[in-house]
Each structure stands twice: as structure tokens, then as C-alpha cells.
């Protein structure tokens, strides 16, 4: 069967121009996928016809797969983000 495959960001590299169609057998899954191209299975986002998706599961002939990279993120904000507080404004106006 045959599944449209885009991928995004970093993971672009695996397809000319970052999608193509991919033969796999009846049966697969999207992990099965993203192992035969490479993918870092676990850690990616999967997208099949418009609705995110786990690696376990299954394709159709002519679903249309998308592939995000990892995201990092989730911590508290760096300190150049943060507000200053009144005694670093008052030092730093000195």
C-alpha cells in the first residue's frame, strides 16, 4: 500500500524535498514507518489525516502522514525573560 509521508523540520532530509509516497506492506503501522526512514519513533509527533497518532497505529492505502521533529521546551522561562525585579531596574538605571 502506498501512504503520502511529509516530513517537517529536521526530519525533512529523510525525502527529496521533504515528502513522497512510501510503499509499505498491508499491516503496517505508523512506527513501522517511521522506522524504515529513520525516524526517532518515539520522540516524534504523528499526524494521519488530520488527527495526531500514535506509533502503534494503523495504516491504509493512500493515508497522508505527517512527521514533526522533537520539541524541546517546558521549563520555566530564562532569566532574560523574566521580569527584573525593583532592585535590578533601580542598579541597572544607575
Excluded: W, Y
Excluded at 524535498?17 to 517511521?34: F, I, M, N, Q
Excluded at 526517532?40 to 497522508?64: E, I, M, S, W, Y
Amino acid at each position: 500500500m502506498r501512504v503520502h509521508v511529509t516530513l517537517k523540520g529536521a526530519l525533512a532530509d529523510r525525502l527529496p524535498d521533504g515528502r513522497g509516497e512510501v510503499e509499505v506492506p498491508d499491516g503496517s503501522t505508523v512506527g513501522d514507518l517511521a522506522q524504515r526512514l529513520g525516524l526517532p519513533g518515539r520522540h516524534c509527533v504523528f499526524v494521519v489525516n488530520g488527527q495526531t497518532v500514535k506509533a502503534d497505529a494503523l495504516l491504509t492505502d493512500g493515508d497522508r502522514l505527517q512527521a514533526f521533529p522533537p520539541m524541546a521546551g517546558g521549563r520555566a522561562p530564562c532569566s532574560i525573560c523574566r521580569p527584573a525585579s525593583p532592585s535590578q531596574t533601580s542598579s541597572q538605571m544607575s
